[in-house]
């Protein structure tokens, strides 16, 4: 069985797929012996082989308790036959890394992945002489540090990268907030019609009645109260509505589709047509996840 995640060993995306496989084992599930974590240098790819089945599943960060919804993660996932079916909360501690003889005072160029340069605001704030530079990966920004040998330079890693690379802690946790979490989906492929997904979500809360969180993604008629009607149904079927982003649609300038988490608890027989009831209020609707929410454990970060 592969699963895919973007990175190296030591990046961030590979601690959340452990985490993962620990928690679902300790938790009795039946999980493959031949798991293979295979990694990727972008997101597409991974989303590419997975739907051509290549991958049977992926794990892919899609909101960071900083930077909020890791958009160019969950753009890719619009229009795609792939539903998150659970979810995982990894905590984040970026460390600054350099070659031996590196200093604080030494450095001036610091790469990290650009999400990770941008948890880390206050710190370049406070530090004007280093320059953040975009990476593909975490961990791939301390192999190059590492493989460089110059003591100006610096990667923004996990203190497991770090280590794992042979480089030296300039300073730990330096991102801008202590208790920094990004959100994991672990993505499978799920090939059905917008018709015969009605079926499937009534199916999957009859077997999985703890999948109680959906993420959709929906694009409503550019008229007045056209989102209204959305927000609407989800009140009518006593939903709680967990979250809505907006999102440009691709070659309709100025027009947004929306990203809406909703918890679907006290959905009972109703599953069936409350989805059929959202896919008539709006012109597309897509299931982007349904998963059982995970308790975040904030004395443990």
């Not at 993505?187 to 009605?198: G, H, L, P, S, Y």
């Not at 550019?222 to 982003?245: Q, R, S, W, Y």
């Not at 998963?291 to 970060?301: A, G, K, N, V």
């Amino acid at each position: 069985m592969k699963i895919g995640y973007q990175g190296i060993p030591g990046s961030y995306s590979e601690a959340a797929l452990e985490h993962y496989l620990r928690s679902a084992r300790s938790n009795g599930l039946d999980m493959p012996s031949d798991i293979s974590a295979i990694g990727y240098d972008n997101f597409k790819t991974i989303i590419t082989d997975l739907v051509s089945e290549e991958l049977k599943a992926a794990i892919l960060p899609v909101e960071n308790s900083t930077t909020g919804l890791i958009t160019r993660t969950l753009d890719l996932l619009r229009y795609q036959p792939v539903v998150a079916t659970h979810e995982v909360y990894q905590p984040i501690s970026h460390s600054l890394w350099g070659v031996e003889g590196a200093s604080i005072d030494s450095i001036t160029k610091v790469y990290s992945h650009p999400e990770a340069l941008a948890q880390c605001a206050s710190f370049f704030e406070q530090h004007p002489n280093m320059m953040p530079l975009p990476s593909s990966d975490t961990a791939q920004a301390a192999v190059f540090v590492k493989e460089q040998q110059d003591n100006s330079m610096a990667a923004l890693s996990s203190v497991r990268a770090g280590n794992l690379y042979g480089l030296s802690a300039i300073e730990n946790n330096v991102q801008s907030e202590e208790q920094n979490i990004t959100r994991f989906f672990m993505m499978e492929r799920v090939m059905t019609t917008t018709q015969d997904m009605a079926d499937l979500v009534q199916y999957w809360r009859a077997t999985h009645p703890n999948r109680n969180r959906w993420m959709l993604y929906l694009e409503t008629d550019h008229k007045p109260g056209a989102l209204a009607k959305v927000l609407n149904t989800i009140e009518l079927f006593d939903c709680n509505m967990e979250g809505l982003d907006a999102r440009p649609i691709k070659d309709k300038p100025f027009h947004y589709g929306f990203i809406i988490e909703v918890d679907a608890s006290n959905l009972l027989e109703e599953t069936k047509t409350f989805w059929q009831t959202l896919t008539y209020t709006s012109s597309y609707m897509q299931l982007l996840g349904c998963f059982q929410p995970t308790e975040i454990l904030m004395d443990h970060l």
